[in-house]
């Protein structure tokens, strides 16, 4: 029912923005939330801008190093993916996978995800290139 979660998760941000704060570490976990309902109904593009934009907020207050902003930037590479991005959504993981293994950890938890995430996006890059050939012969 993520129509309705996206409805709750909204009716929570909009609560948190005006106790917490708009840069609120709460409210930009509210605000993640809120893109991956978005995300999961199939609204791709809207998700991603969500996404980015509570990156953005999240590299400013938290820095680049957090978890949090971390997880969002997971989330952007997951939304840019389903948007059949995957070179895109590959850099991103990279990227990200890069920092947690230093930050967290090769072994924690948040590292081993990415790291899956990573994995599928390079096979579905090499999925898509290996396509693109088969269409050319």
């Known amino acids: 029912r993520y129509k309705e979660a996206e409805e709750l998760f909204c009716q929570c941000l909009e609560v948190q923005k ?4 708009e840069d609120h570490p709460s409210t930009l976990f509210t605000m993640n939330d809120v893109a991956n309902a978005v ?19 999240q590299k400013t207050v938290l820095g680049e190093d957090h978890p949090s902003t971390l997880r969002t930037m997971s989330n952007v590479a ?26 967290l950890g090769e072994d ?15 096979k579905q890059q090499q999925i898509k290139e290996a396509e693109e050939l088969k269409r050319q012969c």
Not at 78 to 103: D, F, N, P
């Open 39 to 57: 995300g999961a109904q199939g609204r791709y593009k809207e998700s991603e801008e969500l996404l980015r934009q509570c990156l953005e907020v």
């Open 18 to 21: 005006s106790v917490l704060g």
């Open 78 to 103: 997951k939304a840019v993916g389903a948007q059949g991005r995957h070179k895109e959504a590959e850099e991103l993981l990279r990227q990200c996978l890069e920092v947690q293994k230093t930050v």
């Open 108 to 122: 924690h938890p948040s590292t081993l995800r990415t790291m899956k995430k990573f994995a599928n996006a390079v």
